[in-house]
């Protein structure tokens, strides 16, 4: 009788083969259906949340699987604290407004920008690269991270450093 290969035989084997090239194009595409896809549901699904909310979408890579990027969605009140693989948006149920705040890219390209000079950096990574540099100052009051959201009791949702 033939014993079956573990999940964990099985991942190592194929670990081993070299993988296909994965073109940047696709995947850029593909990861912003998902990024569609989950704002919509998002905004969907939190008509009644709150006037004003922010949308999350926090990019996953997992060490066991490596070249496996998953995407999570998550919606709150109050202002999220940047981290590495932050996407941030602002939603408005009264104007039905949709805003996009800034993006925190994984932790080799935040350190890749961090110290460029925004002249050598090529024109479409400049305003990443201005996030960037505001994360690592942590210029988190600036305006594109932690700006609080008037509700209709005109509290503000902010995070007081």
């Known amino acids: 009788m033939k014993k079956e290969k573990k999940f964990g035989e099985l991942y190592y084997e194929n670990s ?8 940047v194009l696709d995947l850029t595409k593909e990861l912003n259906k998902k990024t569609t896809q989950l704002i919509e549901e998002a905004i969907k699904d939190h008509q009644d949340y709150s006037d004003e909310y922010y949308i999350v979408i926090e990019l996953q890579s997992f060490k066991i699987f490596p070249g496996t990027i998953n995407q999570r969605c998550c ?10 693989d932050h996407n941030v948006w602002t939603y408005n149920n009264k104007t039905c407004e949709l805003k996009y705040l800034y993006s925190i890219p994984d932790k080799l390209t935040c350190e890749r920008l961090k110290d460029a000079n925004l002249e050598d950096i090529p024109e479409e990574e400049r305003q990443l690269a201005q996030f960037v540099k505001d994360f690592y100052k942590q210029n988190i009051h600036d305006e594109h991270f932690l700006r609080p959201l008037k509700t209709a009791d005109s509290k503000n949702y902010g995070i007081i450093l």
Do not use: A, E, G
């Open 16 to 23: 081993l083969k070299p993988t296909d090239s994965v073109n």
């Open 75 to 84: 919606v709150r009140k109050t202002p999220p604290i940047p981290r590495y």
